[in-house]
C-alpha cells in the first residue's frame, strides 16, 4: 500500500509538473503572438501612415498690418472699429481693399469658406468681398448683391478649368445694417451655401484643386466691385463642415 502511495503521489506530481510546463510554453506562445501583432501593427504604420488631421485656418480681420501672420497690402483707408464680436475692418466701398500673397484654398480638393460679417446699405449693387485664387483664372468668390439700397442677397462663384458657376440667390434678401454668417461649402461634387446656418442654394460643378494664387478682401483681387460694411473673421476649413461646425454668431 506504501508503493502504490507513493506511486500515486509521484504521478500527481508528474503530472501537476507537466500541467506547469504546458502552461508556461502556452504563456510563451500568447507572448509571442501579441509581440509579432504589435511589431506588424507599428510596421502597417510606417507602410501606411495615416493623414494629418486636416485643420482650419481662421483670419481675425481685426488689424491693419497681418492676417493669420501674412502680411498684408492695404488698398485705400479701411477703419478698425469695435463691433459685438471685437474688433474688426470697416471698408467704404469706394477704395478700401486689403490684398494677401497667398490662397489658403490652394491644394484643397473640398473646403468650406466661413465669414461673418456686416454689409451696409449705400454700397455698389455688385460687392466682391473676398476672392481667392486667380484674377481671372481659377477662383472662389463670395460677393453681396445689393437691391433696393436696404436689402442684399449673397451671390458665390467657382470658376475651375472649363467648369463655372454662380450661385445667386435672388430669392434670399436680407436686411443690410446686420451682422450674418455665410459659408461657401464645396463637397467635392456640388457647390452649396448658406446665411447663417441656412442652406439657400445647391448646384453640381466639377472642381480641381487650385495652386498657388492670392487673395483679397473688401474688393477684387483686381481692385474693382468694392464692398462696403464689415469683416470680422474668414475661416477655411479643406474639408465639408456641416452647419453645426459653422462659426458660431451671436444674432442682433
Not at 488698398?75 to 490662397?103: C, E, H, K, V, Y
Request: glycine share 8%; with cysteine.
Amino acid at each position: 500500500m506504501i508503493c502504490c502511495t507513493i506511486g500515486r503521489r509521484i504521478s500527481s506530481r508528474v503530472q501537476l509538473l507537466g500541467d506547469t510546463i504546458i502552461q508556461l510554453i502556452l504563456v510563451k506562445i500568447m507572448k509571442s503572438i501579441i509581440f509579432f501583432i504589435c511589431f506588424l501593427f507599428i510596421l502597417l504604420m510606417h507602410c501606411f501612415p495615416q493623414k494629418e488631421k486636416i485643420d482650419s485656418i481662421t483670419w481675425y480681420i481685426n488689424n491693419l498690418e497681418n492676417i493669420g501672420g501674412n502680411k498684408l497690402t492695404l488698398l485705400g483707408s479701411p477703419m478698425i472699429i469695435d463691433t459685438p464680436f471685437g474688433r474688426a475692418t470697416q471698408f467704404d466701398g469706394i477704395d478700401d481693399g486689403i490684398i494677401l500673397n497667398t490662397n489658403p484654398l490652394a491644394n484643397a480638393e473640398l473646403f468650406t469658406v466661413e465669414v461673418i460679417f456686416c454689409p451696409d446699405s449705400g454700397g455698389n449693387p455688385e460687392q466682391r468681398f473676398i476672392h481667392m485664387g486667380e484674377i481671372d483664372g481659377n477662383r472662389v468668390l463670395i460677393e453681396t448683391r445689393l437691391i433696393d439700397n436696404n436689402r442684399w442677397f449673397l451671390d458665390t462663384y467657382i470658376k475651375s478649368g472649363e467648369s463655372e458657376l454662380t450661385l445667386y440667390a435672388k430669392d434670399f434678401p436680407h436686411s443690410t445694417g446686420r451682422w450674418y454668417h455665410a459659408a461657401l461649402v464645396y463637397d467635392g461634387k456640388h457647390m452649396r451655401h448658406y446665411v447663417n446656418g441656412s442652406k439657400e442654394l445647391e448646384e453640381p460643378i466639377k472642381f480641381s484643386a487650385m495652386v498657388g494664387g492670392q487673395t483679397s478682401v473688401g474688393c477684387r483681387l483686381n481692385k474693382i466691385f468694392w464692398y462696403k460694411g464689415s469683416i470680422s473673421k474668414i475661416k477655411i476649413t479643406p474639408r465639408v463642415l456641416s452647419p453645426e461646425e459653422f462659426l458660431l454668431l451671436e444674432y442682433n
